[in-house]
């Protein structure tokens, strides 16, 4: 995504914690003003919402003309596929919407 003249990368991380080796998925942003040399934002999206498993990825960002909007692909915990919506003014403080 291109944003205020900068590359707006949305990846998954999945880091794995403690002896279990639980599962934590977040929702991450790296941005670079070049192409080539990126700057780690870190997180944006650090849980998934309440009734979503870990199993919760792929964003897909766009902007609708007002806000932008992520799209992931998502499981509830009973198994189901679900796509999780959230919304942001600026790209890094989001909101869910369902």
Known sequence: MVMNDALWLYYTGNTRIGPER????????????????FEKLGPVIDAPPAGVTEHIRDPKVIHDGENYRMLLGAQREDKIGRLAQYSSADGLHWHYDG
């Not at 639980?22 to 040399?37: E, N």
Request: proline share 0%; charged share 20%; hydrophobic share 25%.
């Open 22 to 37: 639980l599962r934590q998925t977040t929702q991450c942003v790296a941005r670079s003003t070049d192409g080539i040399h």
